[in-house]
């Protein structure tokens, strides 16, 4: 495929967000939260393991485990800080574009569907004059 045509496809963050399997070492040093503090969160379910029967962490529970401590350095008590992470976490909107849409890539879109509506609203100006008797209501079941 010539370079001129190729186009890269965004990644699925998201997926790759949840498939994530690192080990709590590995989370410890990422998040600044020990290991056996993650240990002890997860004993307790506060953060579900990867997998069942392994102590791996996915992208979520790297999530998870930045807004308890986050909480906890406040000095919020531990169930209640989870609870807000949980409740932070399910306000997430869905994953979207993530800045693969580049502002004039945007513009063009906005441009194409503004011309496409233009020759809708001209399509249907010439149905309605091959047909006087067409309802808008007609052409909007179209």
Do not use: C
Request: glycine share 8%.
């Amino acid at each position: 495929m010539p370079e001129e045509t190729f186009q890269f496809s965004p990644p699925n963050r998201a997926k790759m967000w949840r498939d994530l399997a690192l080990t709590m070492s590995q989370a410890a040093a990422l998040t600044g939260v020990s290991e056996r503090q993650i240990q002890h969160w997860m004993d307790r379910g506060y953060i579900l393991p990867h997998a069942h029967g392994t102590r791996k962490i996915n992208g979520e529970n790297l999530d998870m485990i930045v807004l308890i401590r986050q909480a906890r350095v406040s000095g919020i008590p531990l169930r209640r800080a989870v609870a807000m992470a949980r409740e932070r976490l399910s306000q997430r909107e869905e994953p979207g574009l993530d800045g693969w849409v580049s502002p004039s890539a945007v513009d063009s879109l906005v441009e194409q569907l503004m011309t496409l509506r233009s020759g809708i609203g001209s399509l249907e100006n010439v149905l309605r004059g091959a047909r006087p008797g067409l309802s808008a209501a007609a052409l909007d079941g179209v």
